[in-house]
Every structure is written in structure tokens, then in C-alpha cells.
Nanobody
């Protein structure tokens, strides 16, 4: 059993910052990557940023230069620092852990991020 828990969402004004955190626990033997996806109302879930076990990162074009993903391999935690937030960043943010033992990945329950004045 693997649990994935996110925290850190909330309401912030445009131009502000938020930091999301995610912790995975349970019977994890190895991880391909950990990362963040988001889903806005009426839209499909999309990739925001992922960090591979090697440390390499991938970002959506819409967040490059504004968001930074980081990871602690020893503790299976990942964080997303979000700066210069825009109203279009409003969405539910989900943490995903991709592991060989679960090809579909393990997902958290999501955390709401709202950017509004």
C-alpha cells in the first residue's frame, strides 16, 4: 500500500507565491519520477512539472521560469515552489509518483490552488 499526500494549497493574489509539498509513504521500492499535475474546471489534467530519480526535470511551457520542482530522494518527498502566480494557474494540483510496481502511478487526493484578487 502506498499513500501520497499533498499539502500547501490555498488562495493567493496574482503575482504571489505558494509552495506545495507531497510525501509518499508505504511499500515503495523504487521510483521513476515524482511530479505535479493540475486540473482546472472543465479542462483535462495536465502535467506541470516532474523530477526524475536522476534529478532531471520537465516543466510545462506555461510554468517555466516561474515554478521550481525539488525532491528529497531519501524521504520520497517533492515540493513545487510557485512564484509569479497567475489566475490561469488556478486548479486542483495533484502529486503523482510513478513506480515500476504501479504503471498507472500513485496519485494524491489533490490540493486546491486559487489565484484571484
Amino acid at each position: 500500500q502506498v499513500q501520497v499526500v499533498e499539502s500547501g494549497g490555498g488562495l493567493v493574489q496574482p503575482g504571489g507565491s505558494l509552495r506545495l509539498s507531497c510525501a509518499a509513504s508505504g511499500s515503495i521500492f523504487s521510483i521513476f519520477y515524482m511530479g505535479w499535475y493540475r486540473q482546472a474546471p472543465g479542462k483535462q489534467r495536465e502535467l506541470v512539472a516532474i523530477i526524475h530519480s536522476s534529478g532531471s526535470t520537465t516543466y510545462a511551457d506555461s510554468v517555466k521560469g516561474r515554478f521550481t520542482i525539488s525532491r528529497n530522494n531519501a524521504s520520497y518527498t517533492v515540493a513545487l515552489q510557485m512564484n509569479s502566480l497567475k489566475p490561469e494557474d488556478t486548479a486542483v494540483y495533484y502529486c503523482k509518483v510513478l513506480s515500476p510496481q504501479m504503471p498507472a502511478g500513485y496519485w494524491g487526493q489533490g490540493t486546491q490552488v486559487t489565484v484571484s484578487s
